[in-house]
């Protein structure tokens, strides 16, 4: 038996449930023993049987004495049992279950475990695990034990992925090469590989389980950075575009024609980005920043150098509108220093003008600019940029300068471990003088109460609303549409029937967006109700308040992302977060926005209270999909990061790490 052997070919498994298991992603006998328990149940307690106490969840081991199915007055069967021991005897009962009275046989050895409990007056063990004991000897694998309880599937149980991994480990595991040195293991406190994946599916106790979940979980880590790494390295060999000059006196000047001064986070950040700028091999960075921290100036001032080497720049947001806006502000400030800014839209094909700097969307810059000499690009809002996305952006195996902006506040050792291939910039701070956005949660009880108070404040002045729908899926999908829709004929017909209310989703057209936008912008409406995933970037000034329905369905992120896109202007701005829970966890999560105004302080929050799977996991983002690794544990991602850097030197001298890491490719779902 080999590891990449087909799971069909399995003892006791064959095309049918090898059919099954694909649902789990498993296709091989690796996928099998590498799909790993989620929990385990405590049934570790072996009692005899004249000591069962009511109440208690043990495991008791005897020979059947009678098995047999019985009516109840209402017509339901149930099946009863007598165990003994040398102890004593008790009864087992089951419910609708009448093929056990054929599986279990009467004076054969099994084990029980179950939850011991009255039953009218007597004490019986109710709905047991059993299994049958064939060697007294030989280790019971779903009852008296710490029981795997794993992930599954329709008509795969964790009984019978626990019967067919326990004899499979047998034969697998010494096929099973650790590709970590002793030294590293050592080192670091891990146990053997082929040690780990036993004990994480058949621990004795909590210690091995725990050792064995400590170890794989650093190689999740370690392969996640690993494979980073080596992105990394292979993006540094590509060839530049051109070595840019920076001319520090010019970029002085451009930032003398600003009408205010940077930050220092700011000045920190350009200082990063030049310096990578001149160097001869081409950046790849991300630029982390909260909402309204000023991302696009920095980004503006490397494009400037772009321009004074002569270079093309290209900017590529992830919507039309956030482009057009893009195209506006970097129009205003470049433009005076004779950089050439032109938007490509969705109508046109390619730009028929010269320009320096190109503005559009991912997929048109991508499908349709033609670049003459691109130096740099400019990618806004986007939480990852595969290799075969960059690929394209080289010319005749040239490679241009990437800079990366997101909003979304990702700690920096999250940032660290999921973008090993990124150098990082995180503009921690923010413009002097922003004011913070006043932030309440709305229970329902007070729904009707908020809508009069945001009626009064809109009616007649020149203040306006967004109100932003339930997050329905991750992506704009036509239920979005539709939810968003109703919600917007509700609103005009019954609640807000004075006031000018407009509709903005990702499925309308260009054009109509652009309306809509444009007349929100101008004050001719007063509402603007849109789906969450549209306009994240949008810069509305006179816009004072946010109102955001369904708000325990977002992340903490997410709903900060949204509050800042009010609270530009001079007046006093406000957040309500409709909510229809009152109570509890999730409760506790958003009240914590009343409190903390800080990106980086909510995403950390997030982080604790909710895990990292449900803020980051989505695939569509490209996140890693860790199954036993958690972001929180940042002595692990430390550690692993550490063998990360020592190994990416040897890999070449290692075959065994370089099949472990092309397997690690095979399987993850970045797009790289
Ligand atoms: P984001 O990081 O969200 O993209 P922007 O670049 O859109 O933020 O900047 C938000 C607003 O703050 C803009 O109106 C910009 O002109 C302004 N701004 C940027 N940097 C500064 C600064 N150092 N001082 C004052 N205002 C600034
Ligand atoms: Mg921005």
Redesign the pocket.
């Known amino acids: 038996m080999k590891l990449d052997t087909p799971a069909s070919k399995i003892f006791m498994v064959g095309p049918t449930y090898a059919k099954r298991l694909e649902k789990l992603k498993i296709k091989t006998v690796k996928d099998l023993i590498y799909h790993f328990p989620f929990r385990y149940d405590d049934l570790t307690l072996i009692s005899p049987i004249n000591r069962l106490q009511p109440g208690e969840t043990a495991t008791i081991r005897g020979e059947v004495v009678s098995m047999k199915n019985e009516y109840t007055k209402s017509g339901k069967k149930i099946q009863k049992g007598v165990i003994q021991d040398q102890s004593g005897e008790i009864e087992v009962v089951w419910f609708n279950q009448p093929f056990l009275v054929k599986t279990i046989k009467i004076g054969e050895k099994y084990s029980f475990s179950g939850k011991v409990d009255w039953f009218g007056r007597k004490i019986v063990m109710v709905s047991p695990q059993y299994e049958f004991l064939r060697l007294e000897d030989k280790p019971t694998i779903h009852t008296g034990r710490l029981v795997p309880v794993y992930p599954e599937t329709a008509r795969v149980s964790s009984k019978w992925l626990r019967s067919r991994i326990s004899p499979l480990l047998g034969q697998v595991l010494p096929e099973v090469d650790d590709f970590l040195a002793d030294k590293i293991k050592k080192k670091n406190d891990l146990i053997d590989l082929a040690q780990a994946i036993k004990w994480i599916h058949f621990p004795e106790n909590k210690t091995q389980a725990e050792k064995a979940r400590k170890r794989l979980a650093f190689d999740e880590l370690f392969f996640v950075q690993l494979a980073g790494l080596k992105r990394k390295k292979e993006w540094q060999k590509k060839n530049l575009a051109h070595q840019f000059s920076v001319d520090q006196e010019k970029i002085l000047e451009f930032l003398s024609l ?6 220092k986070a ?1 000045k920190r950040c350009v200082k990063e980005i030049l310096k990578d700028l001149s160097k001869n091999k081409p950046m790849n960075r991300l630029l982390e ?11 503006a001032v490397a494009a400037y150098v772009a321009f004074l080497n002569g270079f093309q720049t290209a900017v590529m947001a992830p919507t039309a509108i956030l482009a057009n ?1 893009h195209f506006i ?1 970097l129009k205003q400030m470049l433009s005076s220093l004779g950089v050439k800014v032109e938007l490509l839209t969705g109508g046109r094909k390619k730009t028929k003008n010269q320009f320096d700097l190109l503005v559009g969307t991912h997929a048109l810059i991508h499908r349709r600019a033609h670049f003459a000499k691109l130096g740099l690009a400019i990618i ?1 809002e986007q939480h990852r940029f595969g290799v075969e996305q960059r690929a394209r952006l080289i010319k005749r195996g040239k490679a241009p300068h990437i800079l990366t ?1 997101t ?1 979304t506040p990702i700690p920096r050792t999250i940032a660290l471990t999921l973008y090993g291939d990124l150098d990082l910039s995180i ?1 921690d701070q923010m ?4 004011k913070k956005v006043k932030t309440w949660v709305v229970p329902p009880s007070k729904r009707e109460a908020a809508y009069q108070w945001i009626s009064k404040r809109i009616k007649g002045t020149d203040e306006q609303a967004f109100i932003i729908c339930p997050l329905i899926e991750e992506s704009e999908s036509l239920q979005s549409v539709k939810a968003a829709t109703v919600e917007y004929k509700r609103l005009s017909k019954k609640v807000f029937k004075n006031l000018n209310l407009g509709l903005l989703h990702g499925r309308m057209k260009v054009k109509e967006k652009d309306k809509i936008i444009d007349q929100f912008r101008q004050g001719k409406l007063d509402l603007l109700v849109s789906t969450p995933v549209v306009e994240v ?1 949008i ?1 509305i ?1 006179q816009a004072t308040i946010m109102m955001i329905e369904g708000a325990e369905r977002f992340g903490l992120a997410q709903l900060h992302q949204l509050r ?1 896109r009010v609270g ?1 202007g001079q007046k006093k701005s406000f957040c309500l977060l409709f909510t229809e829970i009152t109570k509890g966890k999730a409760f506790q999560r958003l009240k914590a926005m009343e409190r903390v105004y800080l990106g980086m302080d909510l995403a950390e929050l997030d982080l604790k209270l909710r895990g990292p799977g449900e803020i980051y996991g989505t695939r569509q983002h490209g996140f890693p999909d860790l199954r036993v690794a958690s972001f929180t544990d940042l002595d692990l991602i430390q550690k692993s990061r550490q063998v990360a850097e020592e190994l990416i030197t040897k890999l070449s001298q290692s075959p065994l790490l370089k099949k472990a890491l092309r397997d690690y490719k095979e399987k993850s779902v970045e797009p790289n």
């Open positions: 600003l009408p205010f001064e940077l930050t700011q920043g909260d909402v309204g921290s000023g991302k696009t100036v920095v980004a806006q502000t806004d902006m909003a503009i413009p002097p003088g922003r970037g810069d000034p800042g530009r």
